[in-house]
């Protein structure tokens, strides 16, 4: 084996932080870029006084509304290790996005609020991690304020996700009022000092062994008692430490902290590094793509346009399956069954980016996008072609008419409406022969729509008019015998909204599942898909 490769395989870790919205997800990955030295001075969303925001919230809109809508992607070093960090959208709306961003990851961190538990965003991220058995790690947040009983949120995740958890640490103290952490492993107590920097600065600490009077004399004794009790407890009842469980995602490590006041966050940083995977292979059309493979291989998993409004770019961002990248290196790209040469390759702190030279696997790279790269694209060495698994596809469920409020204007709105489509943002339907004076457009959640009328004004100075349309269920359609699809074909069109998507495939928009249902006893023939026919598995 390329000995340069193993050792480079084994610096990364690349993972995606999940949550229900305001669970502080965003907060945590600023921190741990605070404590990796990336940053200097963290910015919290919540500080409107200063108008600071979130690093890794990029687009204005998000700033604006103090919510994460796109993946970002930011890299750093710390102990050894080579860090790839994925933030996600925690709103609904935007979990097609996370659902993409979580394919290209080797863990998942859970972050949970202390005082709510696990909430229903969470419940639907932690399903996709578990059926992909991605490892997941659990950070309770929010300790700084009054929340349930770590006991209890143990329970919880028991019961609602039916995960194990083991603690690798237990928070000292009483609820809202914790002063430090134990560390299981290590057997010491860290207590922290009073937060005077509002969390921007990395917080000081004294660390005492578990049993030493300098503790006892730190806590008062009921304090002490129960922490002693606590621990007692849980070596005796709770759950075993097990690396193979963890790696199969089948018991999670546990931490206790505050990501808005840096407490606990740099013990979390530091036994993740120790506990999670390095890039692990990917399934595709020739089985298991090894990260020591020699060859090169990626997959596109993100399109990102305007990230730079001053250049109008437009980004694909990879994740490195195997073999080394290096720059303006010639690939196969098997999508479109050709060569081609990956010039400009990027690596970012947020909007902060820097030309690289080489990656390997496990790093996520961003290239420049002359229109060429689609979501789920496979990029190998011309000696091995091969197309790595699908990527979910998720049917829309609101709809919209869009059209542009200046018809001067239309140009614009065409190469915006089919960039954002491209991003996987929106879903693009046309009328048989509306054209493209209106399209229908397709979401998963009503919110993109609100995003999609801002970066349509604000990154191609487009205004819209948009009307809702009223039908929940899209369903892509196809004759048994192969004979084509239309209007005039079909029984009972006029009951929902007949479209074409992008690829002109038949599209049928109706308002529900009863709709649905009389257009199936009506049309025997038929046959009725929730994906992309050329999606649907053979």
């Avoid at 890039?279 to 059309?285: D, E, K, T, Y």
């Avoid at 698994?389 to 200046?406: G, I, N, W």
């Avoid at 801002?454 to 008019?465: H, P, S």
């Avoid at 015998?481 to 007949?498: C, I």
């Amino acid at each position: 084996m390329n000995e340069e490769l193993e050792k480079e395989i084994k610096k990364r870790r690349t993972f995606a932080i999940i949550s229900h919205p305001d669970a502080g997800k965003t907060t945590l990955t600023e921190k741990l870029l605070l404590y990796g030295g990336a940053i200097h001075l963290a910015g919290s969303i919540k500080s409107r006084k200063t108008q600071r925001h979130a690093v890794s919230d990029w687009m204005e809109i998000e700033k604006q509304r103090g919510i994460s809508v796109t993946s970002s992607v930011l890299q750093f070093d710390y102990g050894g290790c080579r860090i790839n960090i994925l933030d996600t959208p925690g709103h609904q709306d935007f979990s097609e996005d996370t659902y993409r961003t979580l394919m290209a990851v080797d863990s998942a961190v859970m972050v949970l609020d202390a005082a709510k538990g696990v909430e229903a965003q969470t419940k639907k991220l932690f399903k996709v991690c578990s059926d992909r058995h991605i490892p997941i790690f659990t950070f309770i947040n929010k300790l700084d304020r009054y929340g349930k009983a770590p006991i209890d949120l143990m329970d919880e995740l028991e019961n609602v996700l039916g995960i194990r958890s083991y603690p690798m640490n237990w928070p000292v103290g009483s609820d809202g009022r914790y002063r430090g952490i134990y560390d299981r492993q290590t057997k010491k107590v860290e207590l922290f000092e009073a937060d005077t920097t509002h969390g921007q600065k990395a917080r000081a600490s004294t660390q005492y062994d578990v049993d030493s009077p300098e503790l006892r004399a730190a806590l008062d004794e009921e304090t002490y008692g129960a922490l002693i009790d606590d621990i007692e407890l849980l070596d005796e009842a709770g759950e075993t430490f097990d690396k193979e469980r963890i790696d199969r995602g089948e018991l999670t490590p546990m931490f206790f902290g505050s990501a808005m006041t840096n407490f606990g966050v740099q013990n979390f940083l530091e036994e993740y590094l120790r506990l999670a995977p390095s890039p692990s292979p990917r399934s595709s059309s020739d089985g298991l793509i090894q990260p020591d493979d020699e060859k090169f291989s990626a997959f596109v998993f993100k399109i990102q346009a305007n990230m730079n409004p001053a250049h109008r770019d437009r980004l694909a961002f990879i994740r490195i399956v195997s073999g080394k990248f290096e720059r303006n290196m010639t690939v196969w790209h098997e999508q479109e069954k050709k060569a081609i040469k990956l010039a400009q390759p990027q690596q970012f702190l947020a909007q902060d980016r820097q030309i690289i030279d080489t990656a390997y696997p496990g790093d996520i790279v961003g290239l420049f996008d002359p229109g060429v790269f689609g979501i789920g694209d496979t990029l190998c060495d011309e000696r091995q072609k091969f197309r790595f698994a699908d990527f979910p596809v998720f049917p829309p469920e609101k709809f919209a008419r869009v059209s542009a409020h200046d018809t001067m204007k239309r140009k614009q709105f065409i190469k915006g409406i089919e960039q954002l489509t491209q991003e996987g943002a929106i879903q693009l339907f046309v009328q048989p022969g509306a054209g493209s004076e209106s399209y229908i457009v397709g979401t998963v959640g009503t919110l993109q729509f609100e995003v999609l009328e801002y970066r349509l004004k604000n990154e191609y100075g487009v205004d819209i008019d948009m009307v809702m349309q009223p039908f929940e269920v899209a369903r892509w359609l196809a004759y048994k015998d192969g004979r084509e699809v239309t209007p005039a074909s079909l029984h009972g069109a006029d009951r929902g909204m007949f479209v074409y998507d992008r690829k002109e495939n038949p599209v049928l928009l109706v308002s529900n599942e009863w709709a649905l249902g009389w257009i199936m006893d009506n049309n025997p023939d038929l046959e009725l898909y929730n994906v992309p026919l050329d999606k649907k598995e053979a």
